[in-house]
């Protein structure tokens, strides 16, 4: 059984700083590639950062310079820093973990975990 398990999320005042982390358990975790995505009330879920198996990153042009998604692959584990957090950054995070195996793509999804940036 697959599992994808996001924590750290929280209230953090404007100019905060926040470390989501995502633990994956039945999946042989180096090999996928791992994103964060967000969905704010009433908007569309919105892809954050990516990481590839291969260290590849991509960031959303809103985080750049700001978040940062790494991985320790020892521990099944995603991070994402989120630094200079505003309130636009204001949503619910979740883990997504895909890979393609010839015509099959395997994708995964945690829970979400809640980011409130607030006064």
């Known amino acids: 059984q697959v599992q994808l398990v996001e924590s750290g999320g929280g209230l953090v005042q404007p100019g905060g700083s926040l470390t989501l ?3 994956a358990s039945g999946i042989r975790f180096n090999i996928y590639t791992m994103n964060w995505y967000r969905q704010a009330p009433g908007k569309q879920r919105e892809l954050v950062a990516t990481l590839t198996s291969g260290s ?8 750049k310079g700001r978040f940062t998604i790494s991985r320790d692959n020892a521990k099944n584990t995603l991070y994402l820093q989120m630094n200079s957090l505003k309130p636009e950054d204001t949503a619910v995070y979740y883990c997504n973990a895909n890979r393609n195996f010839g015509a099959f793509r ?14």
Do not use: A, I, P
Not at 56 to 63: A, D
């Open 56 to 63: 590849l990153t991509n960031y959303t042009g809103s985080v």
């Open 21 to 23: 982390s995502c633990t």
């Open 106 to 119: 395997y994708e995964y999804w945690g829970q979400g975990t809640q980011v409130s940036v607030s006064s």
